[in-house]
């Protein structure tokens, strides 16, 4: 056979034949120091996976894919919520402003200077014109302000144009930000008095890098608020919600939008999205100190808000 040769010997530059014990020894050490060299290579990060909805894509594929789905919802986004939550988001989203009574108090003898607000993945406005409006109106504070970040242009945009419909589009009082809640460099550290991200967070890459870096931007005391579809905690309401979910609002998303894929995906993140317990020790694991259990369900769980405070070291 021919291979009998190859494996006898290697043949030189010279024509001068290799004893094969030698040629085997440098073959085993070429080998060794390859299989050495791939181990020492680091991964990818194109390697590393997460979910998108139910379907496991890399991490580095998930932002566009999730920017997609906001690029074309932007225009409807209230419809969306409103098929989402069965109209309930407006009142859910009213509550949760309440709850954090943005402001500071202002009386005829003072003039405290107001807080510095950040509300995450709030393209639309819907959180900022809320507080904004419960700062000015329930507290009397006017400088009280708001930075709406977003790491979606289309959303931002929506934002800005519902803006010049409000005191707010040009009073100052308002900013917009293009950025990534997993990496705010351009925040600087114990900046911020609130931190708020509603119907949001669930479509993070990296959760913990977000909630790591709210406890990194905040000052010492102030509030981490998360307004986000949950787990329902009735198990007859949860088949009904579920028959609703999968069942109706992809075929809706399709006759009132044209798009039942972005509407799937929407369905699919709450399933995947972590249930109360796990998402407040993911809260707890960033630093935060969390008050009472940790959340509170609205409409048997359909939502929770989860709150986290920044210690104060003393």
């Not at 003072?110 to 507290?139: C, K, Q, Y």
């Not at 929506?158 to 005191?167: A, D, F, V």
Request: proline share 4%; charged share 25%; with cysteine.
């Amino acid at each position: 056979m021919a291979s009998r040769p190859i494996l006898r010997h290697i043949s030189g530059h010279a024509g001068r034949t290799i004893p094969y014990s030698v040629a085997q020894k440098g073959l085993l050490v070429s080998v060794r120091w390859a299989s050495q060299k791939a181990s020492a290579t680091p991964p990818l990060e194109a390697d590393k996976t997460t979910h998108f909805g139910f379907e496991t894509v890399a991490e580095s594929l998930k932002e566009s894919k999730v920017g997609a789905v906001f690029s074309s919802v932007a225009s409807s986004y209230d419809t969306m919520n409103d098929l989402m939550s069965l109209g309930i988001h407006r009142l859910w989203k009213d509550y949760f402003v309440r709850s954090l009574n943005p402001g500071s108090k202002v009386t005829d003898s003072t003039s405290p200077e107001g807080w510095h607000i950040l509300d995450i993945a709030g393209g639309t406005g819907d959180i900022a014109f809320r507080m904004l409006d419960h700062a000015t109106t329930v507290n009397n504070d006017h400088t009280t302000r708001v930075t709406i970040s977003d790491i979606n242009a289309d959303m931002l945009g929506e934002g800005k144009k519902r803006s010049l419909e409000t005191p707010y589009g040009h009073g100052g009082r308002l900013d917009f930000l293009e950025a990534n809640a997993e990496k705010l460099p351009m925040i600087e550290s114990n900046s911020l008095d609130l931190y708020t991200v509603a119907f949001g967070i669930r479509n993070f890459t990296n959760k913990s890098a977000a909630l790591h870096e709210a406890y990194r931007v905040l000052k010492p005391g102030g509030v981490f608020a998360c307004l986000e579809f949950s787990k329902v905690n009735n198990r007859l309401f949860d088949e009904v919600y579920k028959r609703w979910s999968f069942g109706a609002i992809p075929l809706i998303g399709q006759l009132v939008a044209g798009d039942r894929e972005s509407y799937q995906y929407l369905v699919e993140s709450i399933e995947r999205f972590p249930n109360q317990l796990e998402f407040r020790d993911m809260i707890e694991e960033a630093g935060f100190r969390v008050p009472g259990k940790g959340w509170e369900d609205l409409t048997g769980g359909i939502a929770a808000i989860h709150k986290g405070v920044k210690p104060i070291k003393r």
